[in-house]
Structures are given as C-alpha cells and as structure tokens.
C-alpha cells in the first residue's frame, strides 16, 4: 500500500431518516415497512438531478458514519453463527461504504423524497445512481446462508450486535 | 465542508478483467457476453470470504480510477442528448465509485471468479457485498430517459464519450 492508493471520498449531501439510532432500523430496505425519509443534496450539485424523476428507484451510495472497526467474522442478525463479512451486509467494513435500494417518490429542488429506508439519519450522502433491472437485476440467484433465515427477513429489526 | 468530512478509501483488492482500455468495454454487466475475470483480494482479508461461495451473485463496489472530473450534465453512450450525471451511471462522478452485479463462479483462496463484467483491468475493490434479492430487487420498477434505448443494452459497448 503506498500513499497514492488511498482515495478521499466526501459527501453530496445528507440523508435524513426516523432512524435515530441504529436499535430499532430495519435491517436492509426491501424488509422495511415502508419508512420515507429525504435525501438533502448539496445544492451545488442540483444540475446533476435532471432526469431523474423518471426512475421509480435509486441506488443511495453513502458512508457508513457510525461503523465500528471492521470484523472479518460477524454473526449477524439473521443467523446465530459466524460468517466471513463479505458474505454479510455488516456497516463495519474495511471501507464502510453501504447501498440501498430506494423509491424515489419526488424531487424539489435540492430535495429528493424517498421510501423503503433501512439508513441512520444523517448518514452522509457520497453517491446517487439510478436503478436499471437491465444492469441490476441478474436471473436465477442463490443467497448461502441467508436461504434459511430469509423468511425471518420481513420486519425484521436491527439491534446492536451488528455494528 | 470541514476537514472531518473527508473520509478515506483504500483499495482491499484488484479486479482483473479482459478490458485493458475503456474503449470496447460492454456498458454494464447485463449488457455482457459472458465476459470473465477474477478479483484478486489482499490476503488479509481472506478470512472474511468465509460463506460467500453460497452467493451465486456479488456486488462489487470500486473506485473509477481513470475516471475524469464530473460533469453534472452528461451525454450517454445510450442516447444523444444530456441528462443529469445522477440520472446515468457513467463513471465521472463527484464520488466516483461504481457498483456491478457479477456472477461468482468460485473461489480459490484470494482469487474470486466472477463472470459478466463490465469493469477495466486493474480497477481498485473497495467492497465485496453479497447480492440479495429481498434487499436489492425492487418489484415494478421504471427507468426513465432508458426506457426508449433498453433495446439498445444488450451488446453496447463502450466508446470514449462517457469517461
């Protein structure tokens, strides 16, 4: 590792949720309960929005702000045995980087109305993409350890072992 | 902006890939012909790869290294005419981090197989998260300024005017 092969990230904007504290979040946005909350982009960046209303769905790249250090074996939520992180959606990771998946239900001005949220409030914003089954969406999938949870998935709540 | 809101990245590995310049690449992992390559992760981080060859899909998370400065309006490979850098995926962004959905095919020590890729030789990994349909698949979904050029996707490749 030399100096050069570390890169600066920096936020676009906040985003703001009911979740105030990580107890209590859904765990991941398709087993919310529908939770809205908004997106406050920087508004230098405003231009940057036009045309994306026309997408029903984003994809929120942020920051993981209040990730612990990174373990490489977690027992998550779902499971009560140990598995490697990068099998795991876990914040604290060697580069606490998170995606969600959102509906995007508006946008005026620097201000972007969202539902389906499973993210702290005021996490800090790096990246908005927009969701394309195309690119997105692979065909037959299989999901490891989580087939066996993945009917607890729904509702399901986070605490704080998974930090 | 305050210095404490700069976070930093480090790469935890390198993506090989048969696409040694952004000349040609396919546009995004759909829109492939089964192209293969191998994420080679630091061998540190070999203990979190623990479980992950259940996962029959990865999102990768990296850092657009050859990325130029962002514009905020963009014309994309899929149409002629400017769109809002948020409403597209091309790689000059504020943050330039890129997310694709590849196909695992195996893993062998630190060396990830993955097929449908769309990303350049030597692109710097940030993260390795497993993809799962109850987290990342919306259901109805539309696609904006895309819908007119889907047909366009599958076979697309890339030229210089969206770096």
Redesign the interface.
């Known amino acids: 590792?030399t100096p050069e092969?570390?890169?600066?990230?920096?936020?676009?904007g906040i985003i703001h949720s009911p979740f105030k504290e990580k107890e209590g979040m859904p765990i991941?946005?398709?087993?919310d309960q529908g939770q809205r909350g908004q997106v406050v982009l920087d508004r230098e960046?405003v231009?940057?929005?036009?045309?994306?209303?026309?997408?029903?769905?984003l994809?929120l790249?942020y920051?993981f702000h209040q990730a612990k250090s990174p373990q490489?074996?977690v027992k998550p939520f779902l499971d009560d045995v140990?598995?490697?992180?990068?099998?795991?959606?876990a914040p604290s990771?060697?580069?606490p980087?998170g995606?969600?998946?959102v509906?995007l239900l508006g946008i005026h001005k620097n201000i972007l109305e969202i539902e389906?949220l499973d993210i702290l409030d005021g996490t800090?914003l790096?990246?908005?993409?927009?969701?394309?089954?195309?690119?997105?969406?692979?065909g037959?999938?299989?999901?490891?350890?989580?087939?066996e949870s993945?009917e607890d998935?729904?509702g399901k709540l986070s605490d704080d072992s998974f930090s």
Chains 1, 2 share one sequence.
């Open positions: 590792m092969d570390i890169f600066s990230v920096r936020p676009i991941q946005p398709g087993s960046f231009p940057g929005l036009q045309d994306l209303e026309g997408f029903s769905h994809i790249v920051y490489l074996l140990k598995h490697g992180l990068f099998a795991t959606r990771r060697p580069n980087i995606i969600s998946v509906r389906n800090p790096l990246d908005i993409k927009p969701y394309v089954p195309d690119f997105d969406r692979p037959e999938v299989r999901i490891g350890w989580l087939e993945r998935i729904p």
